[in-house]
């Protein structure tokens, strides 16, 4: 099967980072994904040039691909998004968006054991070169460790009776799929847990993607960096989907708004939220929120 991704916000997102259509400009897309917001912003602006950023390989081919018509206008760059602003020269870009949602491509086509909905391998890697994955994790960490993960970045209250299950069907056999997975952490939890609206797998799951693939270490230095990147009168976008990011973002941001001799200045004092349109007809985005700054 194959999904386009939904850019989430995409009216938000274009008024937030509103620019002058005839206006030669330069975007950074942190995380480009299947290249919707890209899309959206080349075929708005003609003249804009987009560095789009995604350490995954598999779905960076399919946003150069859908993007092939922009020709020199999309330069996509196989990296993490902090690495890349690491190293980008100062003030050279105009605006800059991190969509920090994992694309339904990842759920659904990727084959790696993001989502329990099908039986696949447990893997979650973004970048298939990285040695640690979710199968590494459940199978080698020590109890407390994964007690940890799950608790802290998964916010899971269960976390140890969860942790506790893995160690000991792993006594027994590897853990190898995301089936697997799933199974142990329904047996794990009260029967009570076991029919609320999400599965009693959800938190773990995401617990399990943030530790393989170092999700939220990543945000604070991409978002300094960002900032010096940024030229005076440009601005950052920043969808979040949980609150493990947004309280990152959010602190961030105030903390760097609020120094003596501020370079930014908050433009939504409040996060912006999808419309009750937006979220009937994407249901994926009724979590998000849009967080923007603008440099002084």
């Known amino acids: 099967m194959t999904i386009l991704h939904y850019p989430v916000m995409h009216k938000q997102v274009l008024e937030y980072l509103a620019l002058r259509e005839t206006e030669s400009a330069t975007m950074i897309d942190c995380t480009t994904g299947e290249g919707g917001h890209t899309n959206l912003f080349l075929s708005t602006y003609p003249a804009l040039t987009v560095y789009g950023i995604d350490r995954d390989r598999d779905i960076q081919k399919k946003a150069i691909e ?3 018509v922009y020709k020199e206008h999309f330069i996509p760059v196989n990296s993490w998004f902090d690495d890349y602003l690491r190293e980008r020269e100062d003030e050279s870009a105009d605006i800059i968006l991190f969509d920090l949602g994992i694309s339904t491509y990842h759920y ?6 993001f989502s329990f909905r099908s039986d ?19 199978n080698n960490y020590s109890e407390e460790e994964l007690a940890n993960i799950i608790y802290t970045y998964g916010e899971e209250r269960y976390s140890r009776r969860i942790a506790r299950a893995f160690v000991e069907r792993r006594k027994i056999s590897p853990i190898k799929t995301s089936k697997e997975a799933e199974d142990i952490i329904y047996h794990a939890v009260p029967k009570e847990y076991r029919h609320l609206k999400i599965s009693p797998a959800t938190r ?44 990152i973002v959010k602190w961030t941001f105030k903390e760097e708004a609020g120094k003596d001799n501020p370079q930014i200045k908050i433009i939504t004092k409040k996060p912006i ?5 937006e979220e009937r007809e994407n249901p994926p985005s009724r979590s998000a929120k849009l967080r923007v700054v603008e440099k002084i």
């Open 66 to 68: 859908r993007l092939s």
């Open 108 to 113: 659904i086509e990727s084959e790696r054991g």
């Open 120 to 138: 696949e391998p447990l893997d979650m890697r973004l970048n298939k070169d990285s040695e640690l994955s979710a199968s590494y994790i459940v």
């Open 204 to 247: 773990t799951f995401q617990a399990l993607r943030i530790e393989v693939n170092g999700e939220l270490d990543r945000i604070k230095p991409a978002l300094l960096d960002a900032i010096r990147v940024l030229k005076k009168g440009g601005r950052i976008a920043v969808i979040t989907f949980h609150s493990l990011e947004d309280r």
């Open 273 to 277: 939220v999808p419309s009750e349109e």
